[in-house]
Each structure stands twice: as C-alpha cells, then as structure tokens.
C-alpha cells in the first residue's frame, strides 16, 4: 500500500504544477493578446503618421513590446518544458 501512496502523492504534486502552469499560461495567453493589440495599434499609428520624424519613436515601441511578449511567450514555454522533462 506504500506504493500507492507515493504514487498518490506524485501524482497530486503533478496535479497541482499542471493546474498552476496552465493558470499562468492563461494569463500569459492575455497579456500576449494585449501587447499584440498594443504593436497592432502602434503600426496603425506608423502607417498613418505623414510625418518621419515620429517613425524612430514608434517603431521602438513597437519593438519594446515585442522583445516583452516573445519573453514572456519563451518562459511559459521553458515552464511547460520543465514540467515534461520532470514527469515524462
């Protein structure tokens, strides 16, 4: 009966990770959705502006959300990854 037990208890232990991993990958499935509404809106801005000289500025804003988005996108899949190599 010892055996089940630990057993139980890994598997409770991989319970509890995949629910918490799979919350945080919803919250960064939303926060993703935003910052790419965010570069949406700023390319609009870019593509509408006549004037160069606010091209620089946008454009780094542009890119600042994108290094955000593609880190967050790489954690929650280095997490998940972690979490495969740990109960595969």
């Known amino acids: 009966m010892s055996g089940t037990t630990g057993q139980d208890d890994k598997f409770e232990e991989l319970r509890k990770i995949l629910v918490r991993e799979v919350q945080r990958t919803q919250e960064v499935a939303h926060k993703l959705t935003d910052d790419l509404t965010a570069i949406g809106g700023y390319a609009e801005i870019m593509v509408m502006r006549t004037g160069e000289e606010q091209t620089p500025h946008e454009l ?12 967050l996108l790489q954690d929650c899949v280095s997490n998940l990854r972690e979490v495969q190599r740990r109960y595969s």
Not at 60 to 71: C, E, F, G, M
């Open 60 to 71: 780094k804003k542009v890119l600042a959300r994108a290094k955000q988005s593609i880190l």
